[in-house]
């Protein structure tokens, strides 16, 4: 593909999510963060496939840090989500 196609691409994507974020009510908000968490282990798999794949050192290193950076933001937007989930439990009472 030549780099207009893939520009083209990425701008309609940007478009469609933004549009898509801000109509989100509000009582949809934490269960869109859940699937969007989740979502970001398709950017592990890339940065698996692009190190595998990376014959320079500097490209294996890239993508090791990829990997790393995913796994934080997983991790920390569920443990954000699961706060954000708590607000709304019964308390119990003793």
């Given amino acids: 593909m030549d780099f207009i196609s893939i520009l083209s691409i990425f701008v309609l994507a940007c478009f469609v999510g933004y549009y898509v974020v801000w109509s989100v009510t509000p009582a949809l908000?934490?269960?869109?963060?859940?699937?969007?968490?989740?979502?970001?282990?398709?950017?592990?798999?890339?940065?698996?496939i692009?190190?595998?794949?990376?014959?320079?050192?500097?490209?294996?290193?890239?993508?090791?840090?990829?990997?790393?950076?995913?796994?934080?933001?997983?991790f920390g937007g569920f443990a954000v989500t699961e706060r954000m989930l708590a607000m709304y439990k019964k308390k119990e009472k003793n």
């Fill in 50 to 74: 692009a190190a595998a794949e990376a014959t320079s050192p500097l490209a294996k290193w890239l993508g090791l840090a990829g990997v790393v950076m995913a796994s934080i933001n997983i």
């Fill in 29 to 48: 908000h934490t269960p869109l963060m859940a699937v969007t968490n989740a979502i970001s282990s398709v950017i592990i798999v890339g940065a698996l």
